[in-house]
């Protein structure tokens, strides 16, 4: 069975620039959510879905958006991008939102900006 | 705010030795955990997690220990091997749905 699948895998922008990031859930998960993990640091969460509903949001600024789809895909999209966005992107599906459900971890979209 | 953190960056052992990866949390309201191990280039994975009512579970070759007097997590690994080198994180479910706190990492180094 496919895992979660993120696209691109990688990509340059420069600052001002907005950014587009799609994901796949797991076949079955009716939420994803997403973090932000710098370098040499752990993953931070941004966002999470379900059912196309936003369920919870961190600590990022409103140039950090996101939706998630009919098919429970998702998209993260970020405008304004700043140096400091520069970071590996992912994608996290799990069934529901319930608290223990495990989140499932996609390959990531490696974002650099110039 | 209350986070996750991990007491050693950086853990180096001998092949065929068991490793001890450590975590301190500081929200006593959380109730479940997990680790995950993530490799250069990859995604975090998922290895193993507990709930709050457990202070021992096993998998294989791996086994989490959950002391919540001292709010300490720590993962063991059986007979660590070559591609057990990787980057490990604790990571805590926040009371407020399926959000994931993560720690800052440990790296395990396998030497062979």
């Known amino acids: 069975d496919a895992g979660v699948t993120q696209s691109p895998t990688h990509l340059i922008k420069t600052r001002g620039q907005h950014v587009t990031l799609r994901c796949s859930p797991i076949s079955g998960h009716k939420s994803v959510s997403w973090y932000q993990q710098v370098l040499g640091q752990g993953p931070q969460f941004i966002f999470q879905y379900y059912e196309k509903e936003e369920r919870g949001r961190g600590n990022f600024p409103d140039r950090f958006s996101a939706r998630q789809f009919p098919n429970y895909s998702s998209e993260l999209n970020v405008n304004a991008l700043l140096l400091g966005d520069s970071a590996l992107y992912l994608c996290?599906?799990?069934?529901?939102?319930?608290?223990?459900?495990?989140?499932?971890f996609g390959p990531g979209t490696r974002l650099l900006v110039l | 705010g209350e986070s996750v953190g991990l007491h050693l960056p950086t853990l180096s052992v001998q092949e065929g030795d068991n490793s001890i990866i450590n975590c301190a949390y500081s929200?006593?309201?959380?109730?479940?955990f997990i680790w995950y191990k993530q490799e250069s280039g990859k995604g975090p994975q998922f290895i193993i997690d507990?709930?709050?009512?457990?202070d021992k579970r096993q998998g294989q070759r791996v086994t989490v220990l959950l002391n919540k007097t001292v709010k300490h997590l720590s993962l063991q690994i059986a007979a660590t091997q070559p591609g057990d080198s990787a980057v490990y994180f604790c990571?805590?479910?926040?009371?407020?749905?399926?959000?994931?706190?993560f720690g800052g990492g440990t790296r395990l180094m396998v030497k062979p």
């Open positions: 507990i709930r709050s009512n457990m």
């Open positions: 990571a805590e479910n926040s009371n407020a749905g399926n959000m994931l706190t």
């Open positions: 996290a599906s799990s069934l529901s939102t319930g608290e223990g459900e495990t989140q499932y």
């Open positions: 929200n006593s309201a959380s109730d479940y």
